[in-house]
């Protein structure tokens, strides 16, 4: 029996390089993602700080990490870590935050397909045990993240 996973694609009307800098340039995460930044050098075992600058909240930590970077082709990284000040920010109870603190760390992954003129964007979020609190806050929240992105990068 497989782990359960989230798994979304979508068609955007821009480029490779373009999509990649919407998922890794923590201005444009900020603008799409609900005011959540990312930082990173998007290197494979390097660190992803996540940061909500309008609140002065950052969440670091060293199992925050870039497991596969290919600019304009794939980018997985482990999801992070959910504190006290990522609840409040993101309007979790502490009975919420509580369980998904109790789960394993996830992992997402980008998969970008250049189809021309449209990039085909796969993502799938997956590693979580049966029954988890964050695979459905996941597959709640990534249809809408990814929309905005879709959105931005074909308006802008």
């Known amino acids: 029996m ?31 993602w609900r005011g959540l930044a990312l930082d990173s050098d998007w ?38 870590t959910f504190t006290p000040q990522w609840a409040a920010v993101s309007g979790f109870s502490d009975e919420l935050l509580a369980r998904f603190s109790a789960e394993r760390r996830s992992k997402v992954t980008f998969d970008l397909e250049d189809l021309g003129e449209t990039v085909k964007l796969t993502v799938v979020h997956d590693d ?11 597959t709640n929240g990534w249809p809408r993240l990814l929309a905005d992105l879709k959105t931005l990068l074909e308006t802008s």
């Open 2 to 32: 497989s782990e359960p996973e989230f798994a979304y694609t979508t068609y955007i009307n821009t480029t490779p390089e373009r999509l990649w800098q919407g998922l890794t340039d923590p201005a444009i995460t900020r603008c799409c």
């Open 43 to 80: 290197k494979p075992g390097s660190t992803v700080t996540v940061r909500y600058p309008e609140h002065d909240v950052t969440i670091a930590d060293p199992a925050q990490l870039v497991l596969e970077s290919e600019p304009g082709k794939r980018l997985s990284y482990t999801w992070h």
């Open 128 to 138: 979580f045990e049966p029954g988890s609190a964050v695979l459905t806050a996941v």
